[in-house]
């Protein structure tokens, strides 16, 4: 009974393999656009970090 | 006065490289041949697509005209001189922009249909083509001036600005294709061209100054 | 209130405020994109007319609106932005094109695969899927100007003003497409007419909405982050700040 709602479920009345695909590219679509830039944001922390490191190298080489 | 010398001089520029001129007309007629070489070559099927074939052969040619628009004057520092001008720029870009139509959209327009005769359109498809064609390609050349203004000076500007314009420019394509199409069937087409005629209407209105506002930002820089 | 522009419109201060809001709207837009997402998967009772299939609707109308929601955000920053040079105002629309780019391609993409069990291919000229489509192809052509453009004060500028052209256009382009489809209807295709929807197939899709503008939101405010680390990358305060994150992962 249990197994058979849940092929039910996954067969959506034959349109499971279109309702699905879609659903997956809706999270795919919200979790991408969640996880770029939170991945852009510590690029750009690691990137002006660096810079940092090297002008203080610079500073202490002149010094 | 001012004006009048400004049409001229921006005619004698381009007199003086006449060969550049001719390219938009060699690209629209290459263009077209390609459709009988990769379509068919039966006249009913030519006769069919050939309103949209011109017009899309038309507004690429359009478009690759224009990516010399302002560069050269830019280049040699005249359009700054026309930033500083005493008269409106606008007024003066509308100019500008009606020499390059004169100096480059006319003749597409008296040899679109040539190529129309080529892909066996009708006679009053053939006159609603030169109808919609100069009601149209001002539109389209005022469209693809405001793309000019916005890539001035960028990397890539020609692909650049086919990306930014073309979907600009798709009620003129839908409106004039439809115009020659309906036409080709016998149908009324006024219709079409009142829609042509407000967007011509609505785009003088509007673009020279939007595209003043451009140059004022790009070039302060 | 020309205080709290300037002070919000200060790219120091937006950012911990930018940061804040975030925090703020994360979990709300979550639980209204559960309610939707689940709701029209498990909850809503299957359609008459279209059966299952129906329940893409749940992606696809609420993507398809939220991408024009996000053009017109646009347009009304890209004004704030050339009235009152308000700088985030010109960060608001860097951050929104791509968002608005993702999710017109969301809805040509749930557009298709629904167009194939409904109308039995996967692309139909329709009026509107055609006008997504040139929706797409304006965020694209958007974003590759604003790439293009490396000075960043010509290019806010110059991208505000087309954002003000293409909402001067989208009317008439999306007009003439429907003319245009009307024209060239094909016979045996014929768009299923929509009947009245059940208040309880509504709530989801009324929930999918809230929580992908919310979404929208929370996702701008950590992309104009990334704006203004990007830009004001030399000033003292980012320095400051990147040195203190330093400090705090290493211990």
Not at chain 1, 40 to 47: A, D, Y
Not at chain 2, 195 to 215: K, Q
Not at chain 3, 103 to 109: P, V
């Amino acid at each position: 009974m249990m197994a058979n709602t849940i092929t039910n479920f996954f067969h959506m009345g034959g349109y499971g393999i279109y309702i699905w695909i879609s659903y997956a590219m809706g999270l795919l679509v919200i979790a991408l656009n969640l996880l770029l830039p939170l991945w852009q944001h510590q690029k750009l922390i690691k990137t002006i970090s660096k810079k940092i490191q090297q002008q203080r190298d610079v500073h202490e080489t002149y010094s | 006065m001012a004006l009048y010398k400004l049409f001229h001089y921006e005619l004698l520029t381009a007199k003086r490289s006449l060969h550049e001129c001719l390219y938009p007309i060699m690209v629209f007629g290459l263009i077209v041949t390609l459709f009988p070489l990769s379509v068919s070559t039966d006249p009913k099927t030519l006769s069919m697509i050939a309103p949209g074939v011109v017009w899309v052969g038309v507004l690429l040619a359009c478009l690759l005209s224009m990516d010399r628009l302002f560069r050269e004057d830019w280049e040699s520092g005249f359009l700054d001189r026309m930033l500083l001008s005493s008269q409106s720029l606008s007024v003066l870009i509308l100019i500008k922009l009606l020499a390059h139509w004169v100096v480059l959209g006319l003749p597409l327009i008296l040899v679109a249909p040539l190529l129309g005769l080529f892909l066996h359109l009708t006679y009053q498809a053939e006159l609603a083509l030169v109808v919609s064609l100069l009601l149209g390609t001002p539109i389209l050349m005022l469209i693809g001036a405001m793309g000019v203004a916005l890539t001035l000076g960028l990397r890539n500007q020609g692909l650049l600005l086919m990306i930014l314009v073309i979907p600009f420019f798709i009620p003129v394509l839908i409106f004039g294709s439809s115009a020659v199409g309906s036409a080709n069937q016998q149908l009324s087409v006024t219709g079409q061209y009142g829609f042509l005629a407000g967007l011509l209407l609505l785009s003088l209105c509007f673009v020279p100054w939007t595209i003043a506002g451009i140059l004022r930002i790009g070039v302060a820089n | 209130m020309w205080q709290f522009l300037h002070k919000y419109g200060s790219p120091k201060i937006f950012y911990f405020t930018a940061g804040r809001w975030f925090r703020w709207l994360a979990l709300p837009s979550l639980c209204f994109l559960l309610i939707g997402l689940v709701g029209g998967l498990a909850f809503v009772p299957e359609d008459y007319y279209q059966g299952e299939g129906f329940r893409i609707i749940y992606i696809h109308a609420p993507s398809a609106f939220l991408a024009m929601g996000i053009y017109s955000m646009m347009a009304i920053s890209a004004v704030i932005f050339l009235v009152w040079r308000i700088k985030v105002a010109a960060m608001w629309i860097c951050a929104s094109a791509p968002i608005g780019a993702w999710f017109s391609f969301l809805a040509l993409f749930t557009g298709a695969i629904w167009g194939k069990p409904m109308w039995g291919t996967w692309w139909i000229w329709d009026a509107r899927l055609t006008s997504a489509l040139i929706l797409f192809f304006l965020y694209l052509g958007f974003i590759a100007l604003q790439s293009a453009i490396t000075d960043r004060q010509v290019g806010d500028k110059a991208s505000a003003i087309l954002v003000l052209i293409g909402v001067v256009n989208l009317p008439i382009i999306h007009y003439s497409v429907i003319w245009w489809n009307t024209l060239h209807q094909g016979p045996t295709i014929s768009r299923l007419q929509k009947p009245a929807m059940d208040p309880s197939m509504v709530y989801p899709l009324y929930g999918m909405i809230i929580g992908l503008f919310l979404f929208y939101f929370c996702i701008a405010m950590l992309r104009i982050r990334c704006e203004i680390l990007k830009r004001e990358g030399r000033s003292r305060w980012v320095e400051d700040l990147v040195r203190e994150k330093m400090a705090r992962y290493r211990l």
